[in-house]
């Protein structure tokens, strides 16, 4: 079992930057590929990005890709979810995941935080 607490998210102007964290408890942490999701307001949960076991390998989607950078620290069972350059259409409630292999659906995601709210007002 894996446990998933995410923190740092909050209201923020446009063009503003957010640092999202995500806790996980276990002793499995290292082992396991983490990604993270958003879910808006009447639309499905969407992969946002990922990143491997060891931390080397990493995926986004087109819409952050240049503007979001995820990161792991094993030492910390933490993953994190730096976003920059937000823009309003990334409101939304965003949620850590963890996955026995780097993939970007949710159903192959086994374990899920309770998601935290980013809000960017323009």
């Known amino acids: 079992q894996v446990q998933l607490v995410e923190s740092g998210g909050g209201l923020v102007q446009a063009g503003g930057s957010l640092r999202l964290s995500c806790v996980a408890s276990?002793?499995?942490?290292?082992?396991?590929?983490m990604g993270w999701f958003r879910q808006a307001p009447g639309k499905e949960r969407i992969f946002v990005a990922a990143?491997?076991?060891?931390?080397?390998?990493?995926d986004y989607a087109d819409s952050v890709k240049g503007r979001f950078t995820i990161s792991r620290d094993n030492a910390k069972n933490t993953v994190y979810l730096q976003m920059g350059s937000l823009k309003p259409e990334d409101t939304a409630v965003y949620y850590c995941a963890a996955s026995r292999w780097l993939v970007t659906t949710t159903a192959q995601y086994h374990y899920w935080g309770q998601g935290t709210q980013v809000t960017v007002s323009s």
């Open positions: 990143i491997s076991s060891s931390g080397r390998i990493t």
């Open positions: 276990g002793r499995t942490f290292s082992s396991y590929a």
